[in-house]
T-cell receptor
Framework: DTAVSQTPKYLVTQMGNDKSIKCEQN?????MYWYKQDSKKFLKIMFS???????INETVPNRFSPKSPDKAHLNLHINSLELGDSAVYFC????????????FGPGTRLTVL | RKEVEQDPGPFNVPEGATVAFNCTYS??????FFWYRQDCRKEPKLLMS???SGNEDGRFTAQLNRASQYISLLIRDSKLSDSATYLC?????????????FGQGTILTVHP
């Protein structure tokens, strides 16, 4: 069974569209994260939720809105997609806030045309 | 200056070689440090934690020098399967504890 899963794995869309990426973890972890890995391979944190509560919100355009319906799910909705949003988006989870081993999902490769 | 800086490489070494990666961090409040490994087009996975006293896990040795804000990873007797990108990671302290900052990664290719 996949510990951290994301859908879709690939997403190709036009500029200006709105899209969502879903993430689920079956590890029973309290904390979940969204990261963006750009073409230069830098992996940067975007958001973190602990028990459905937002705890980390980096400088991310407000076109990006995370939603955590329960502690096993953290979805990412992106409005008005731009070319610069093209990247790989990774979801991750950790046992609790401050636990440093984070388990990553397989990534969603987003291409904005 | 980036918070965590690594030599991006690539490092191309033959099987059996010893290779060392270096990393520096700028936030002196960072509390803990790690090496993650990322295979091509895959997700990052924790390789090992880094302690001030130095720690070893099989062929891998990690070292932390807090005074110089410097972290290293040594791989002995390289295997083909060690080919990957190695990410140096710092864990922020204080209220940001748990926020990981990743370096851009060092690419390692081990060839026969």
């Amino acid at each position: 069974d996949t510990a951290v899963s994301q859908t879709p794995k690939y997403l190709v869309t036009q500029m200006g569209n709105d899209k969502s990426i879903k993430c689920e973890q079956n590890l029973g972890h309290d904390t979940m994260y969204w990261y963006k890995q750009d073409s230069k391979k830098f992996l940067k944190i975007m958001f973190s939720y602990n028990n459905k509560e937002l705890i980390i919100n980096e400088t991310v355009p407000n076109r990006f809105s995370p939603k955590s319906p329960d502690k096993a799910h953290l979805n990412l909705h992106i409005n008005s997609l731009e070319l610069g949003d093209s990247a790989v988006y990774f979801c991750a989870s950790s046992q609790r806030q401050g636990t440093v081993e984070q388990f990553f999902g397989p990534g969603t490769r987003l291409t904005v045309l | 200056r980036k918070e965590v800086e690594q030599d991006p490489g690539p490092f191309n070494v033959p099987e059996g070689a010893t290779v060392a990666f270096n990393c520096t961090y700028s936030n002196s409040a960072s509390q803990s440090f790690f090496w993650y490994r990322q295979d091509c087009r895959k997700e990052p996975k924790l390789l090992m934690s880094v302690y001030s006293s130095g720690n070893e896990d099989g062929r891998f040795t990690a070292q932390l020098n807090r005074a110089s804000q410097y972290i290293s990873l040594l791989i002995r007797d390289s295997k083909l399967s060690d080919s990957a990108t190695y990410l140096c990671v710092a864990n922020a302290g204080g209220t940001s504890y748990g926020k990981l900052t990743f370096g851009q990664g060092t690419i390692l290719t081990v060839h026969p």
